[in-house]
């Protein structure tokens, strides 16, 4: 086994520190006194407190940033034992459930003590952003603030778009796990085995070299391609000719990976040979392209060339690649229109795709980091030619 050095969990509180510094600028530019956040990713980026209730929809949760300050958690009782194995000292909690006041009281007085510098308090209104918060209870803070609640997402994306180099270093690690795993796949899956049985023990892989969780683990197969990305696995049988796709959204720590593989079960035919080389070729463009200066755009309008080229048509996802990170995707989206800039320790996926043939569709993936000189690949390279399980 062959694993990168295996990053310590955890971060220092100088980490938070500076996460909350930079934070605490950005928030100035877009004149806000302070923001507060209620899901999983953000309350983690900014704390560090981790806990599977997250799944339990029962109570909310609140971290406030201000302008000024270190953050202060509003946080049901029930969660004192895990906030205080954190850098967050300010704790302020609430008997919960509470549906007549489920900590909305003690949330607005802490939102109130931030002052009224420009009269706006920033949440998660926006891009790919949601308030963990009933909504009515939401209303209810709004109505009663002297302050304007307006759009945080701009502002905490550009926060979270660029990884400090511990985050970096989790997403590469788990990277590396699942690049293994998926390098063993051939020996350990044959034809006759269901698509579940090939989940199952891609998954069995995976933990077994160190990662955390495995949330997201499509396995689709289907004749000389497969007619969607997102669903599976099912009971469906691995016969000859058929092509076996993973999608794997893996964690180290918290932080995602986000990358797939197709294998050719048995024998492939030419068209899926030439497809699958127009997109080596074309993730070969999109990693080129992601330079920090470049935009979205380019990238894609990189990728888009080479497939258009080869007389093929795109696929229908939308988009050619994102950020990963704390999330199994982040913006910025590889798409026309985006338009967002490429800043140096983004980590990005390159995601070409294919539609061809009554609906079949290949796609690629890599994740990547940003850096100075060069993109730098954190997944290990995709064969050029097909892997074939037999």
Not at 131 to 148: A, C, G, T
């Amino acid at each position: 086994m062959n694993i990168n050095h295996q990053p310590k969990r955890g971060f220092s509180k100088k980490e938070y520190e500076l996460r909350v510094s930079r934070a605490q600028k950005i928030m100035y530019q877009n004149k806000l006194d302070g923001i507060f956040v209620t899901n999983k990713p953000n309350f983690h980026y900014f704390s560090g407190f981790d806990s599977q209730f997250w799944e339990s929809p029962t109570r909310p949760w609140f971290l406030v940033i201000p302008g000024e300050g270190e953050p202060v958690a509003v946080i049901p009782e029930i969660g004192v034992s895990g906030i205080t194995n954190t850098w967050i000292s300010d704790v302020n909690t609430w008997s919960a459930p509470n549906p007549k006041d489920d900590g909305i009281s003690l949330l607005g007085g802490i939102i109130k003590k931030l002052g009224n510098r420009f009269g706006r308090v920033g949440a998660e209104l926006g891009r790919e952003m949601s308030l963990r918060m009933p909504v009515i209870d939401f209303m209810k803070l709004k109505h009663n603030l002297d302050s304007e609640i307006v759009d945080a997402s701009p502002a905490i994306w550009k926060m979270r778009m660029i990884k400090t180099e511990g985050e970096i270093q989790r997403i590469k690690y788990i990277c590396s796990i699942v690049s293994e795993a998926y390098e063993e796949i051939p020996n350990k899956i044959s034809i006759g085995d269901s698509e579940r049985d090939a989940a199952r023990k891609l998954k069995k892989e995976i933990y077994e070299r160190g990662a955390d969780t495995i949330p997201f683990l499509p396995a689709i197969s289907g004749k000389d391609g497969v007619s969607q990305i997102v669903c599976g696995p099912s009971d469906r049988i691995l016969n000859n000719g058929d092509i076996l796709f993973f999608d794997t959204g893996s964690t180290y720590d918290g932080y995602f990976c986000d990358f797939d593989r197709n294998f050719g079960i048995g024998t492939v035919s030419d068209e899926v040979r030439g497809v699958h080389d127009t997109l080596w070729r074309a993730t070969e463009a999109g990693i080129a392209a992601a330079v920090p200066g470049a935009k979205t755009d380019d990238i894609w309008s990189s990728m888009n060339k080479i497939i258009e080229e080869s007389g093929t048509v795109g696929n229908s996802v939308g988009r050619l690649g994102h950020g990963v990170g704390l999330q199994l995707t982040e913006p910025p989206s590889h798409c026309q229109g985006d338009n967002t800039i490429i800043s140096e320790n983004m980590v990005l996926t390159i995601e070409p795709g294919i539609e061809y043939k009554k609906g079949k569709m290949i796609v690629h993936e890599e994740n990547i980091v940003v850096t100075r000189d060069e993109p730098s690949l954190l997944t290990k390279r995709t064969p050029r030619e097909m892997p074939i399980i037999r």
